[in-house]
């Protein structure tokens, strides 16, 4: 199944609305790690692309999210989509370099790559 296909169209510089399907995906596979946590908790998503995680987490209420996106398109779209949201922040930088330069400033880690997604 093809992602763009499925769940709409990215030109890489806008945000993908969360579809009923995606918020099926992610319920089913992060509700485990999310559910129990205080909404507080400092979460950073390395690599968000078109933002769906984050839409999910703030629906779940989160109030402390960074998104940190190196490709200045992706940034872009994401820092005009966020511009008036205080739960999210949107960095352009490497995940690396900007977990070296923050080693201590967050609960929870997220990184996806396609439909696997690795947290701690």
């Not at 093809?2 to 319920?27: I, Q």
């Not at 629906?59 to 992706?74: M, N, R, V, W």
Request: proline share 4%; glycine share 8%.
């Amino acid at each position: 199944m093809n992602f763009r296909a499925t769940y709409g169209k990215c030109d890489k510089a806008n945000v993908v609305p969360l579809s009923a399907l995606r918020w099926l995906y992610f319920r089913k596979n992060y509700d485990h790690v999310f559910v129990p946590l205080a909404t507080n908790v400092r979460i950073l998503e390395i690599g968000p692309g078109g933002g769906q995680l984050a839409e999910y987490l703030i629906a779940k209420g989160f109030q402390d999210i960074t998104l940190c996106e190196y490709s200045t398109p992706l940034y872009e779209g994401l820092a005009r989509y966020y511009a008036n949201c205080q739960a999210v922040k949107v960095v352009n930088d490497d995940g690396a370099r900007h977990l070296a330069a923050h080693p201590e400033a967050y609960d929870v880690i997220v990184a996806q790559q396609g439909h696997r997604a690795f947290s701690v």
